[in-house]
T-cell receptor, first 111, second 118 residues
Framework: GQQLNQSPQSMFIQEGEDVSMNCTSSSIFNTWLWYKQDPGEGPVLLIALYKAGELTSNGRLTAQFGITRKDSFLNISASIPSDVGIYFCAGIIQGAQKLVFGQGTRLTINP | GAVVSQHPSWVICKSGTSVKIECRSLDFQATTMFWYRQFPKQSLMLMATSNEGSKATYEQGVEKDKFLINHASLTLSTLTVTSAHPEDSSFYIC??????????????FGPGTRLTVL
């Protein structure tokens, strides 16, 4: 089945640093979604990407839909303590309703 | 917009009893809702896809008779864990797709329900 390879699996950074994570696949996706999940909560949608090459920002977050439609990245600038959590990428293949999830990137910030 | 709620947020039950979890779309009508299960430190695992007014589509390996899903209206889907056992203890999360969003397949998640079976 389709798989998304998300990296890195975990990150330990200092407050104020920039963060970058990405997802790649051998399959082509029509939609890329980035979610953040806090402990004991459901995932919250951060950014949705619908076109190849699309670059979208949401505050300090920026995400891009890769030109090949097989990858996407998420950048967080000037990290703050509330950025701590698990970030998931998810893709939707054309004609499918299901989300294909990455394994998640656990972000830890040292004050 | 696109807010999804779940109830209860946590539940503890005895082995052998049944537990019902509700998922509601609060500010939109969701033609499709999804139920996921998440184990500690893992990604979300899709259990079933639920379309309003029709039978749910279960993923391979998910027991239909164990996890009963009902999607009776455009704003409510329920998951009933029947004859629950300790191995059913998990974090259950629902999601819904908003037909009015740019991508009708974008899913918005509920806050999750922590089920503990004693």
């Amino acid at each position: 089945g389709q798989q998304l390879n998300q990296s890195p699996q975990s990150m330990f950074i200092q407050e104020g640093e920039d963060v970058s994570m990405n997802c790649t696949s051998s399959s082509i996706f029509n939609t890329w979604l980035w979610y953040k999940q806090d402990p004991g909560e459901g995932p919250v949608l951060l950014i949705a990407l619908y076109k190849a090459g699309e670059l979208t920002s949401n505050g300090r977050l920026t995400a891009q839909f890769g030109i090949t439609r097989k990858d996407s990245f998420l950048n967080i600038s000037a990290s703050i303590p509330s950025d701590v959590g698990i970030y998931f990428c998810a893709g939707i293949i054309q004609g499918a309703q299901k989300l294909v999830f990455g394994q998640g990137t656990r972000l830890t910030i040292n004050p | 917009g696109a807010v999804v709620s779940q109830h209860p947020s946590w539940v503890i039950c005895k082995s052998g009893t049944s537990v019902k979890i509700e998922c509601r779309s609060l500010d939109f009508q969701a033609t499709t809702m999804f139920w996921y299960r998440q184990f500690p430190k893992q990604s979300l695992m899709l259990m079933a896809t639920s379309n309003e007014g029709s039978k749910a589509t279960y993923e391979q390996g998910v027991e239909k008779d164990k996890f009963l899903i009902n999607h009776a209206s455009l704003t409510l889907s329920t998951l009933t864990v029947t004859s629950a056992h300790p191995e059913d203890s998990s974090f259950y999360i629902c999601s819904a797709s908003d037909p009015s969003s740019p991508s009708t397949d974008t899913q918005y998640f509920g806050p999750g329900t922590r089920l503990t079976v004693l």
